[in-house]
Structures are given as C-alpha cells and as structure tokens.
C-alpha cells in the first residue's frame, strides 16, 4: 500500500506538561493534525516540563537542525539523599547528613563545572547499548558499562537554598548547556563535589535556542499551540550560523535538483555554515552546508514550505 504524503507541514512549540513522555506528545499531536509523520527535537522525561519543539510533516527533515541548539533548564538539587534514577522519581539508594552545608561553596563547586566536561550517561537514559535503550535494563535491574560523553556547560548557576529536608538544603539552579547533557547527572555531581550526595527534583526545560518560556515565543499547551511555518522557526538559528538567501525561479529549480552553487555568497562562509533557500514566493525549498569544495546541497524539501 502506498504510503500516505504529509498534508500538514510546520513546526509547535509545546509546554509538555509534568507525567507525560515526549512520545505521548507527538501522539497527541499526529491526532490533533491528522498528520502520522511527526518528530521532536529532543526527549524531556514524564517529571520534566518545559520547551519541546515538534515537527510535522516534511519539516521533520529540519529537525536535525534544531537538536543541536542550546537548551536552558531550572531545577533543584536536593542533597543529602541519592536515588537510583538521579532524580526524584526514583528510590533512595544513600542517605548523609549534609545539613551543615553553605550556599556560597556550592556555587563555587558549581562553578567548576563550567566548560567542556565529559559526563556517564545514567541507567535511567535513552541511549541504546547494545541494540537496547539504558532504561529498559534498568527497568529490569541491570546495568551496563557506559562511556563517558563530552557535553559543554555554559552556565550553571546556583541560587538559593529554597527548602530542607530532614535538615538537608535543596537549592535552586539555572543550567545552560549542549544537547545530551544530563541536568540529573550535574545535580548528583554537584552532590559529591560538596563531600555528599544529591539528587534532582523539579526538572523544567526554559529554552531551546531562542524559544524561551514567557518570551516572544511562548509555548503553549498542547492542544493550543499553534502550528508555525518552517521558514518562522528556521529564523530562529542564527544563533547557530544559518542565515535566509532567497533566490530566483531559475536558480530555485537548480536547487531543487541538488545543484552545487557559489551564489550563496562568501560571508561567514566557514566550513560548516549553513543557508536557509527559499524561493522567490518566501518558501524554504532548501538547506544548504559549505564545504571545501563550495555549496553542497544538505536538505532539499520535496516541496516548497512556507
């Protein structure tokens, strides 16, 4: 049976709310639109809230470029007790007194953890090892040896202590960081950089790149949010050198067929720089990437989008 084509094309900016996984929200949206190709830009767990970018249609082909955005996360770190899952969903594996604690050495240990790091992926995470996702085994009582990845922090602030518990502070904190950072892995982290352990709680995703909670671009619920053309969000990648070029009819059909071509220009032309293409009607027809050798057609739509 022939496949059915996409109909609907764009991108929603969601507010995922608390006990609900990212597949369930691209559930509920495939619904909403009728649409069955439907993707997102990057997991939050069912505890988490927060920014989710979600695709439909033939912009699923532009997710690629919106994964790598980096993404903004508040949070709480509760110390004095470990859990099995890093955070509060899971079961307390180790209790300290840690009741003595100070706020202003943690914000100095949290500190340290600014730059370029390497971090373990927790058991309780979706990368596969072995053909399996980490949090099948260790739904099963299994753990597997994992590799450490290297993730950038560019900020990690900490605030105040906002509770106790059993004596224990739990302190707030803001996180700016690459995709595939663990905040759950920073707050145990910071745990036993402070001589103890902790864990996290109260999860929240306040942007992705320029799509910030209660800014221009405020994210709605789920089915609120409005569908967004591919060329609005696009837009939004500056921050990650891609620039809009419109091009004429002529060149437009040249595109369209992958022709390589130098009339992208040669600002910022760096190996690696990107261009949005859109069409003489302000439709995006077209990514593409420099390379060494030129302009080297990396997406190209099978129709235009407005």
């Not at 995922?16 to 996984?21: E, M, N, R, W």
């Not at 695709?55 to 949070?75: C, D, I, V």
């Not at 509770?163 to 745990?191: F, H, K, M, Q, W």
């Not at 500056?238 to 071509?261: E, L, Q």
């Amino acid at each position: 049976m022939a496949r059915k084509p996409a109909t609907v094309h764009g991108f929603v900016v969601v507010d995922k709310p608390i006990g609900i996984t990212s597949h369930d929200v691209v559930a509920r949206l495939r619904r909403r639109f009728s649409e069955r190709r439907v993707g997102h830009s990057g997991t939050l767990d069912p505890d988490a809230t927060g920014v989710l970018i979600v695709a439909l249609g033939n912009a699923t082909r532009l997710l690629q470029f919106l994964g790598g955005l980096p993404k903004t996360y508040t949070g709480e770190v509760v110390f004095g007790a470990a859990t099995n899952t890093l955070d509060a969903a899971g079961e307390v594996t180790a209790r300290q007194d840690m009741s003595a604690l100070i706020i202003e050495p943690v914000r100095d240990a949290a500190r340290r953890f600014v730059g370029d790091i390497t971090q373990i992926p927790p058991m309780v995470s979706a990368i596969k090892i072995g053909g399996r996702r980490l949090h099948e085994i260790a739904r099963e009582g299994g753990e597997v040896e994992r590799a450490p990845r290297p993730v950038t922090i560019h900020r990690y602030v900490v605030g105040d202590i906002v509770d106790r518990i059993d004596g224990n502070p739990v302190v707030n904190i803001e996180v700016t960081c690459s995709s595939g950072t663990y905040i759950r892995t920073l707050a145990a982290d910071l745990g036993a950089a402070m001589g103890g352990v902790a864990h996290l709680r109260n999860l929240r995703r306040t942007a992705i790149g320029d799509f910030v909670v209660g800014a221009e671009h405020d994210v709605s619920s789920v089915e609120s949010a409005p569908l967004q053309s591919a060329v609005a969000t696009m837009a939004h990648l500056d921050g990650v050198h891609v620039t809009m070029v419109a091009v004429d009819d002529d060149m437009a059909a040249k595109v369209r067929n992958g022709r390589a071509f130098a009339e992208l220009g040669e600002v910022d032309a760096l190996a690696g720089a990107r261009r949005i293409v859109l069409n003489g009607r302000n439709e995006l027809i077209a990514v593409y990437e420099r390379t060494s050798d030129g302009w080297r057609a990396d997406v190209v739509m099978p129709e235009a989008l407005a």
